[in-house]
């Protein structure tokens, strides 16, 4: 069984920053592009950042660009995501997810593995 297990969410204030794992054990994890969405109360799970296998190449919503990075590390099957100047609008959980799609997958039928999420609220 597949397992993805996010931390690093927490509670902060609006400007400051965190920084999220998602870990896996039990992923051939080179084989998988990686994902960070988030789902705000009341609204749809939306995409936020992706990884590719090699960690070469990386993109985002434009929400968060020049905020957020994402970035992974394969000898430690884990993937990242740092948040700098957090706003209250960042408020919502953020889940990670593992996908074999080629090219830039940001749809959440893309991804084939989620983990449970961590929440990050931001206090304005």
């Known amino acids: 069984q597949v397992q993805l297990v996010e931390s690093g969410g927490g509670l902060v204030q609006a400007g400051g920053s965190l920084r999220l794992s998602c870990a896996t054990s039990t992923l051939t994890f080179n084989n998988y592009a990686m994902g960070w969405f988030r789902q705000a109360p009341g609204k749809e799970r939306e995409f936020v950042a992706g990884?590719?296998?090699?960690?070469?190449?990386?993109y985002y919503a434009d929400s968060v660009k020049g905020r957020l990075t994402i970035s992974r590390d394969n000898a430690k099957t884990t993937v990242y995501l740092q948040a700098n100047n957090l706003k209250s609008e960042d408020t919502a959980r953020y889940y990670c997810a593992a996908s074999t799609w080629a090219g830039y997958p940001k749809r959440e039928r893309d991804y084939e593995y989620w983990g449970q999420g961590t929440q990050v609220t931001v206090l304005s």
């Open positions: 990884i590719s296998r090699s960690g070469d190449s990386t």
